[in-house]
């Protein structure tokens, strides 16, 4: 079936260096995209979401990159810092009012 | 005063048993669901509920069974635990529909022995 999936399983960066995390999705019918980081032992904390009709969003320090022509959607995270050391998900709502739809997640290391 | 919140944290049990993991939001949120959590980190929908109303069940065995005696709780109870049921369980509220964002409570390990 169709699913979402990352790229990379694993991203190390030093402190201070901008991260980008990749997540390739596959359902034509999604109009909503969320990022959510989750640290361990603690339950996923939004991060920041975008619908179908942007192709950018920002927040502080991250900002979400939406290209819907190869279904590829990104995190960027500006001057990383060791508390950003989580695993990262996204995830879509496939066309369903009711459920998101996340993908496998990436574990990023910040290294001092 | 936490938005959703799961108990207990820790769930031990023996298989066969049978157990009951509650969640309770405070948000006003009309729909709430429950995901699984492998040893992976994959999170996999089970239940969604709006207003207290069944909207999603994903295929899950009907030893789980969800109740939501109102749209501010939605339970969970399963029976005959198994080996397989171990895992990481998360709550989670949304205002309306999924594309608003979830909410997260901040799971429940259970692990069957």
């Known amino acids: 079936g169709e699913s979402v999936g990352l790229h990379l399983p694993t991203l190390s960066v030093q402190e201070g260096d901008n991260s980008i995390i990749n997540c390739a999705y596959s359902?034509?019918?999604?109009?909503?995209f969320i990022w959510y980081k989750q640290e361990s032992g603690k339950g996923p904390q939004f991060i920041i979401d975008i619908r179908s009709n942007m192709d950018k969003r920002q927040g502080q320090r991250v900002t979400v990159l939406l290209n819907k022509t190869v279904k590829h959607l990104s995190l960027q995270i500006a001057a990383t810092q060791p508390g950003d050391s989580a695993v990262y998900f996204c995830?879509?709502?496939?066309?369903?009012?009711?459920?998101?739809?996340f993908g496998k997640g990436t574990l990023l290391t910040v290294n001092p | 005063d936490t938005a959703v919140s799961q108990t207990p944290k820790y769930l031990v049990t023996q298989m066969g048993n049978d157990k009951s993991i509650k969640c309770e939001q405070n948000l006003g949120h009309d729909t709430m669901y429950w995901y699984k959590q492998d040893s992976k980190k994959f999170l996999k929908i089970m239940f969604s509920y709006n207003n207290k109303e069944l909207i999603i069940n994903e295929t899950v065995p009907n030893r789980f069974s969800p109740k939501s005696p109102d749209k501010a709780h939605l339970n969970l109870h399963i029976n005959s635990l198994e080996l397989g049921d171990s895992a990481v369980y998360f709550c989670?509220?949304?205002?309306?529909?999924?594309?608003?964002?979830?909410?997260f409570g901040s799971g429940t390990r259970l692990t069957v022995v």
């Open positions: 359902n034509s019918a999604s109009d909503y």
């Open positions: 989670a509220s949304s205002p309306a529909a999924a594309n608003y964002g979830y909410t």
């Open positions: 995830a879509e709502d496939g066309g369903s009012n009711y459920k998101l739809t």
